[in-house]
Structures are given as C-alpha cells and as structure tokens.
C-alpha cells in the first residue's frame, strides 16, 4: 500500500523534474474509425512508392501541425487526416512545428469525413487551410457515400475543383488525380494510370511470374503433346513399310 510519506516523496520528485524543451509527439486524437486507417495509411503508401526516389517532401497522416504565432504547441494546432508538404527535408518527425520549418504550411491537405467531424471539416478547417495555412489544395472524402470534393486556392479563396470524365479531381500540387476506385480512395497519374503500393506492385510481378511459368508449362506440353503425335504417326507409317524419314 502506498504511505503518505511516499505520495509526499513522488510530489516532491515531479516538482523539481525540468523536462527539457524539444519535439513533442502529435496531440490527435485517435482515428474514428478503421476505415479511417486504412485509407490513410493506403494513400500514404502509394505516395512513398511513387516518390521513392524524392527526397524533398514529408507525407504524414492524423499528426499535429503546430502553428501558433507566438511559437507555443499548447495553443493554435490542427491535424489533418493526411497531409502532404513540398520543398521540405523527407525526414521522420513526432509533428510537424511550422516556426520550425522554415514557416511552411502543408501543400496538400485530405480529410476523411464523419458525421461527427463534417461540420468542422466543411467549416472550420476549411476556412483555417484557407486562411491561415494558405493550402493551395484541400480534399474532403466521405468513405461512406464515396463522396469526394476538392478545392484550390485562387487568389487566397478556394475554388471547387471540377470532375475529369471519370469522376477523378486533380491535385496540382501532388499531380496526380484522386478518384475512387473499388470504393476505395485511390490516386491516379495524369495519363489515368492507378498509383500502387509497393505492396500491389510486388503481387502484381508475382502474379506475372506465376502466369509466364504457366505459360511456359503450357508450351512445353504442347510441344511435348506435338512430339509425341510424330512419333506416332512415324511408328504408323513405318508398320505401312513407309520411311517416315523419305516424305
């Protein structure tokens, strides 16, 4: 059982305790959903694979901005579902400090709706990417009904973006196109090529590899099939007193 003396004795400790000024992990709550997760962690993997060879960018997803002016993380700080920042160091990071990060706000920022969080994605947070990140592009996903809207900033206003003939908006800044796919959401390239996961690639060449050895299979017993035809029509021929050699 804990005594008094020692209640008074851990009291005692943490008030001295200086805890060392740094970093700090991301204050997001966690995700609502699987759902959630899964999209976030899907379209985070796509762009890693793409952009493997880059090494001027930061993709995060569900983790604190910190932008407060007075350069303090207990005040001012959003966290999106999934944001991407250009022109910067590719590099891990517990959040992402904007004073600590030559000022820059996100290029690219996706929310992933809810019925609890549709207002302030359509609100607040649109108008804060607006006007204070100054996000040239923000996406909002409603996984549910597959909903997807898009804006770009236009002379410090966001503007819709408008649907190609597939129903895929383009992001000038990531460029590439968002649009769903097997009710999931999913990127694409500019010529309409799906964006995969280093993952769906390796399946994809597995898959190949399995398909030419079934192929190869199949030729060898064609010609196997063939071979064995010739011998029995040159063992035919020959009980004919036929020499298959002479036709």
């Excluded at 999209?39 to 880059?54: A, S």
């Excluded at 097997?182 to 769906?200: I, K, M, N, S, Y």
């Excluded at 398909?211 to 040159?234: D, W």
Aim: glycine content about 4%; hydrophobic content about 35%; charged content about 25%.
């Amino acid at each position: 059982m804990t005594t008094t003396q020692e209640i008074d004795f851990v009291k005692e400790i943490s008030d001295e305790i200086i805890f060392p000024n740094g970093d700090i992990y991301s204050n997001e709550p966690p995700l609502e959903t699987e759902i959630h997760l899964r999209q976030i962690i899907l379209l985070w993997q796509c762009l890693e694979y793409l952009w493997q060879e880059k090494l001027d960018f930061y993709v995060a997803g569900n983790l604190t901005i910190y932008y407060s002016k007075n350069q303090l993380k207990s005040e001012e700080f959003r966290g999106p579902d999934l944001f991407v920042v250009l022109g910067t160091t590719r590099k891990t990071r517990k959040s992402w400090v904007v004073w600590e990060e030559e000022g820059k706000y996100p290029n690219f920022i996706l929310e992933i709706i809810s019925p609890t969080t549709a207002k302030t994605d359509l609100g607040l947070k649109r108008e804060i990417y607006q006007d204070t990140f100054r996000t040239p592009n923000y996406f909002i996903y409603n996984p549910y009904t597959l909903e997807l809207i898009g804006f770009h900033l236009v002379d410090g206003l966001y503007q819709p973006i408008e649907a190609n003939n597939q129903g895929q908006l383009w992001s000038q800044q990531l460029q590439l196109y968002l649009g769903v796919s097997e009710e999931v959401l999913r990127l694409f390239t500019a010529e309409g090529q799906l964006v995969p996961t280093e993952r769906e690639v390796a399946q994809q060449e597995r898959t190949k590899a399995i398909e030419a050895e079934q192929k190869a299979e199949l030729e060898a017993q064609k010609a196997l099939e063939a071979e064995q035809k010739a011998e029995r029509l040159a063992a035919k021929l020959r009980e004919l007193n036929i020499d298959p050699e002479q036709i």
